[in-house]
Nanobody
């Protein structure tokens, strides 16, 4: 497992942008695929984006494709999620997660480490 800490959430108007950052503690970060999930009040946690260990492969939920970008810097043990053209329906707590597998996954049960979450609120 790795210890994950997210930051970068906040309140933004519709159409605005944010960049979420997740810093990992642990020497195995570069061997692990990473993901972002989100949970809105009253809803189940849902997949947002995932990236392979090398950063060479990514996958997005249809609802964010073309608006969000996941990336990573293994030298800094950090994964990012750029959120552009935000919509009120993007409002949620965003969680960073790490899986021991090197290939990406959109299944939350493949992830063994989770951050505490960062709130993103989009006003209309």
């Amino acid at each position: 497992q790795v210890h994950l800490v997210e930051s970068g959430g906040g309140l933004v108007q519709a159409g605005g942008s944010l960049r979420l950052t997740c810093v990992a503690a642990g020497r195995t970060f570069s061997n692990r695929a990473m993901g972002w999930f989100r949970q809105a009040p009253g809803n189940e946690r849902e997949f947002v984006a995932t990236i392979s260990w090398s950063g060479g492969s990514t996958l997005y939920a249809n609802s964010v494709k073309g608006r969000f970008t996941i990336s990573r810097d293994n030298a800094k043990n950090t994964v990012y999620l750029r959120l552009d053209d935000l919509k009120p329906e993007d409002t949620a707590v965003y969680y960073c997660a790490s899986t021991p597998q090197s290939t990406y996954s959109y299944y939350s049960d493949r992830y063994d480490s989770w951050g505490q979450g960062t709130q993103v609120t989009v006003s209309s």
